[in-house]
């Protein structure tokens, strides 16, 4: 035993307390630290810069539904129709993204469906959780989708669509790409119903999945600052060759230019869905 090992032996040292890998957090826009409980109670908004950080399905449903609702299963689709394999087989790829989930309720893929109301306003609410694979569209996405739609046509209540995605899901090929007619044609379906189709774009909506159901709704509401693209900017300005604005493709800008109905705050949310469902659902009605 060497001598340094004598003298702590000797003297009352006490070993460092473990301290949690997740007790703080670095807010994404302002770099300030925050507990990392105080972010996720104020629904991961940063208290200093009102950054809106991205949230899971489970924490989306909790905070927009009432209590006692309902997490529908999503279609049996088959996995891996294309044998597709890159660095990893894409089997192995969705293993790993749904053991990244929960343990109590691990998400099947990047869409999921709940029943339920806002504020007693009943509504089914699909959320895409980033998380999975970049929130990505395939065919398991599109299946989920269409069986929202027929839950709020058999229920006849809204369907309310919270989109986060990087586009279409590219180990599914053309097969992805055929989910934005497919879900096209659902919310052809529920209008013919009368019944709402209701979009919140959150951080970020692009690729496919913005070409497609995320700007069919019959409202647009979007987080603040949250990205909104179909292909990236710097494409864009390659393209064009042109400089674009500082807040081109944000929540913000496409509010300037019509092409959404409003940006609200995630603590106004479930209000804000409350009234537009309690306002569309008496048109429907009448």
Not at 24 to 46: A, G, Q
Not at 140 to 147: H, K, M, R, T
Not at 166 to 185: C, D, I, Y
Request: proline share 5%; with cysteine; glycine share 8%.
């Amino acid at each position: 035993m060497s001598w340094i090992d004598r003298v702590r032996k000797a003297l009352p040292f006490q070993d460092k307390r473990d301290t949690p890998d997740n007790l703080w957090t670095s807010c994404p826009s302002c770099k300030e630290m925050l507990f990392t409980k105080e972010y996720e109670e104020n629904l991961s908004v940063c208290p200093r810069c009102e950054h809106h950080g991205r949230i899971g399905a489970d924490a989306r449903f909790a905070h927009l539904l009432d209590e006692g609702f309902t997490i529908l299963d999503n279609p049996k689709v088959k996995e891996d129709p294309l044998k597709f394999k890159d660095t990893k087989k894409y089997p192995d790829r969705l293993k790993a993204a749904r053991a990244g989930n929960p343990a109590d309720r691990p998400l099947a893929d990047a869409l999921t469906n709940a029943l339920g109301s806002i504020d007693g306003h009943k509504a089914v609410v699909g959320v895409q959780d980033f998380a999975f694979m970049g929130g990505s569209m395939g065919m398991a996405v599109g299946s989920a989708f269409v069986s929202g739609v027929e839950t709020a046509i058999r229920e006849k209540c809204g369907y309310v669509v919270c989109t986060a995605s990087g586009g279409a899901r590219m180990q599914e090929s053309v097969l992805a790409l055929m989910q934005m007619p497919k879900t096209t044609v659902a919310i052809s379906r529920l209008r013919k119903a009368g019944l709402p189709y209701i979009v919140l774009l959150t951080d970020p909506t692009s690729g496919g999945v913005m070409a497609a159901y995320a700007m069919l709704g019959d409202i647009h509401i979007a987080e603040p600052g949250a990205t909104i693209a179909f292909t990236g900017r710097r494409v864009i300005e390659q393209t064009i060759r042109e400089k674009l604005p500082d807040h081109f493709q944000t929540s913000e800008y496409y509010h300037e230019h019509g092409m959404v109905d409003m940006v609200v705050h995630r603590h106004e949310l479930r209000a804000t869905l409350a009234s537009v469902l309690d306002y569309l659902g008496a048109k429907a009605a009448a």
